[in-house]
């Protein structure tokens, strides 16, 4: 049986810039089991299409999701990338605390 997710990569990559916008991209790359390569094409895509803001901390960048952008599928297209990213911190917390 093949693996898959409902998630994209780039919702993974977003749900970990949520939770900490200090990470680093091999950090990131790590937790999403993607290359740092693909980890930079991702966050530059998202940074272009205004889902994440990027700011340089010194030698560091971080990252400020864009909570009120569209989701950009016409299924999902009425809803925020805020709205995704409070369903699936709820659905960490319910796991964590069970």
Same mark, same amino acid.
């Given at each position: ?8 990569? =780039? &919702? =993974? @990559?977003?749900?970990? *810039? ?13 937790? @999403? +089991?993607?290359?740092? %390569? #693909?980890?930079?094409?991702?966050? #530059?895509? *998202? /940074?272009? +299409? $205004? ?6 901390? +010194?030698? %560091?960048? %971080?990252? &400020? @999701? /864009? $909570? &009120?952008?569209?989701?950009? =599928?016409? /299924? ?5 990338? $805020?709205?995704?990213? #409070?369903? @699936?911190?709820?659905?960490?917390? &319910?796991?964590?605390?069970?």
């Amino acid at each position: 049986m093949a693996e898959w997710t409902f998630l994209t990569n =780039h &919702s =993974h @990559v977003l749900v970990c *810039l949520a939770a900490d916008p200090e990470l680093r991209m091999r950090e990131i790359a790590e937790r @999403v +089991g993607i290359t740092e %390569r #693909a980890t930079q094409r991702i966050i #530059a895509e *998202l /940074v272009e +299409g $205004g889902y994440l803001l990027k700011e340089r901390d +010194g030698r %560091r960048n %971080r990252y &400020s @999701v /864009v $909570g &009120s952008a569209p989701l950009r =599928h016409p /299924v999902e297209v009425e809803h925020t990338l $805020g709205e995704l990213l #409070a369903a @699936v911190a709820q659905s960490r917390r &319910s796991a964590s605390s069970a």
